[in-house]
């Protein structure tokens, strides 16, 4: 399985491209989020409030089609990052690699160690996360979904 990893700077950005990786057929169990959990809240009412993932409801529209992917969000406590909200199947990478950090999870996935601790820096600094698994066409046609919303230091692996 091929993977896809890009960084946003904006919540809005990464909704953007995670909306069209599954209008374009991924489906929640092959995108995976990560992100401090003060980037993924929001409150001024638009988009989705980190209270609202809990119950899988959203408010506002972009959100919408990424809510089944949020609805399994879970809230992590990393040691030298504080807490961060993961969703798809990072999540559980995560949960069983909490001493490891990001980096331990990213690197249970199969990204290479140098690569994963600089995601995890990237987190820490307040970027998102998106990771994206499926066959090598499916992959490259997000790497292209990233780029063009906004997602830098894409690579695939």
Do not use: C, H, W
Not at 50 to 55: G, H, L, Q, T, Y
């Amino acid at each position: 399985m091929s993977k896809v990893i890009g960084v946003f700077n904006t919540r809005e950005q990464a909704e953007k491209a995670i909306v069209t990786m599954r209008q374009q057929g991924f489906k929640d169990n092959e995108i995976s989020i990560v992100s401090k959990k003060e980037n993924i809240e929001n409150n001024n009412n638009e988009g989705i409030r980190f209270d609202s993932i809990a119950d899988g409801t959203t408010t506002g529209g972009i959100l919408g089609g990424v809510a089944g992917l949020l609805a399994s969000a879970g809230a992590l406590a990393i040691p030298g990052i504080g807490p961060i909200v993961a969703a798809g199947p990072i999540a559980a990478m995560l949960t069983g690699a909490v001493g490891g950090g990001i980096a331990g999870g990213l690197i249970d996935m199969g990204i290479p160690a140098a690569e994963s601790r600089r995601y995890e820096e990237e987190v820490k600094k307040g970027g998102i996360l998106v990771v994206a698994q499926s066959d090598k066409n499916k992959v490259n046609d997000a790497a292209s979904i990233m780029r063009a919303n906004g997602a830098y230091d894409v690579k695939t692996e």
